[in-house]
């Protein structure tokens, strides 16, 4: 399956964004999705993830209420709400795509994810 990101960009702190992740090539609803993200000189981190039903959720700590991930089966897409920005999220953000063995459990490993985009940037000012 084929990944490409696309909604980063520069915010202040305290604006939004959103992330959308266009998957194509095969049967999308196969497959669990995950955003994680990393900045420079950090390892790759689990930001948020969604089963292939959309059912379960889950989120890394620091971003529990302030982001939102979302898909549409419909269009092949996964998307990242994030409000109220602070610096510390600056940092390239990847779309993940996996076939859990578990499917109605949110993996946070990133070895449990096959598919990964190309990421997009995002750059919070203070």
């Known amino acids: 399956v084929q990944l490409v990101e696309s909604g980063g960009g520069l915010a202040q702190a305290g604006a939004s964004l959103r992330l959308s992740c266009s998957a194509s090539?095969?049967?999308?609803?196969?497959?669990?999705m995950a955003w994680f993200r990393q900045a420079p000189g950090k390892e790759r981190e689990f930001v948020a993830g969604?089963?292939?039903?959309?059912?379960?959720?889950d989120y890394l700590d620091s971003v529990k209420g302030r982001f939102t991930i979302s898909r549409d089966n419909r269009r092949n897409t996964v998307s990242l709400q994030m409000d109220a920005l602070i610096p510390e999220d600056a940092a390239v953000y990847y779309c993940?795509?996996?076939?859990?063995?578990?499917?109605?459990?949110?993996?946070?490993?990133?070895?449990?994810?096959?598919?990964w985009g190309q990421g997009t940037q995002v750059t919070v000012s203070s």
């Open positions: 993940a795509a996996g076939q859990p063995a578990n499917a109605d459990y949110v993996e946070k490993t990133a070895s449990d994810y096959d598919y």
């Open positions: 090539g095969r049967a999308f609803t196969s497959f669990a």
């Open positions: 969604i089963t292939w039903d959309g059912d379960n959720k």
